[in-house]
């Protein structure tokens, strides 16, 4: 069979479940329609021989784009509503049932929760509650470790549900963690560091962020000593609805950190220092 021929029947095959899986994660029928386009554009740039599982590849381009709008929207501070009429994005040729639950499972009550979420939130809820996706594949998609993306899908989960109904205090708590550790950091008191990081405490900087001198570092001990008598011109910030904070170079922001706290201690740090990402990022600075 002719390459672009296979290409094309095994995209036509996929796509109710890439229209379906952008659809949650945008909320909106058409920006759900232009991602999914998108992503056909993108597999036709792309040598598809590399590519193992079309259907798995496809879901990923098809998430990092949704992400990529979802930020631009922030931005913008813009919220689309739409009201879910399935049948403008299931498959007419799809099983009956599974087309009943998805109606079901796309009211318009989820479509205003999921809203309130932040972009990297989101994401990490739809792709692993509502497609199982695991959180290892998840990670590199919202760019964060497995358990920050495991932690956002959990915080998100507990607001769909309705569940989490103590989010200033566990702010607080967790903000009382990150005090402590850029105040240990500042100080060069290295003790202090590792006292509030987990053992296996991940740091994972985008390539942008590695150039200003710390590249990825697991351990606590590690970690510690890589944030030793640093973060001087660093301010706690909530970025894309984590805790975290922002480091200024020249009176710009040039990195944002978001913290992955668990137990009482930080379990991952992420840092994201290139500009297309510092502009779709969704932060504000928390002051005392």
């Known amino acids: 069979m002719d390459e672009k021929k296979w290409l094309a029947d095994e995209f036509e095959a996929n796509r109710a479940h890439l229209r379906t899986a952008a659809f949650r994660m945008l909320g909106s029928r058409s920006e759900a329609e232009d991602a999914v386009q ?31 709008m979802l930020r631009a929207r922030k931005s913008r501070r813009e919220e689309p509503l739409e009201m879910p009429m399935h049948a403008a994005v299931a498959d007419p040729a799809g099983d009956p049932e599974r ?27 739809v792709l692993h509650d509502m497609f199982d996706l695991p959180f290892d594949e998840i990670a590199p998609i919202i760019g964060r470790s497995s358990a920050a993306a495991r932690q956002l899908a959990s915080r998100a989960r507990r607001r769909v549900q309705g569940t989490d109904e103590t989010p200033d205090v566990d702010l607080g708590r967790k903000r009382t963690i990150a005090a402590a550790f850029l105040t240990a950091s500042r100080n060069g008191d290295l003790e202090a560091l590792i006292a509030v ?45 984590e805790l975290g904070f922002v ?18 201690r930080i379990v ?19 002051r005392d």
């Open 197 to 241: 990081l987990a053992p296996d405490v991940v740091f994972r900087p985008d390539a942008t962020a590695a150039r200003y001198g710390i590249g990825a570092t697991r351990g606590a001990t590690d970690v510690a000593a890589a944030f030793k008598g640093r973060a001087q011109a660093a301010e706690m910030a909530i970025v894309d609805g």
């Open 38 to 68: 998108e992503a056909w554009l993108r597999l036709n740039r792309t040598d598809a021989t590399g590519i193992g599982n079309l259907g798995g590849w496809l879901t990923t381009v098809v998430a990092r784009i949704c992400l990529d």
């Open 99 to 125: 087309e009943a639950a998805f109606a079901d499972s796309v009211g318009l009550a989820l479509l205003v929760v999921l809203q309130t979420l932040a972009p990297a939130e989101r994401v990490a809820f």
């Open 247 to 264: 480091v200024h170079i020249d009176g710009q922001i040039r990195v944002a950190v978001t913290l992955t706290i668990d137990e009482g």
């Open 268 to 286: 991952a740090i992420d840092a994201v220092a290139d500009p297309d990402q510092l502009e779709r990022l969704d932060f504000s600075i928390l």
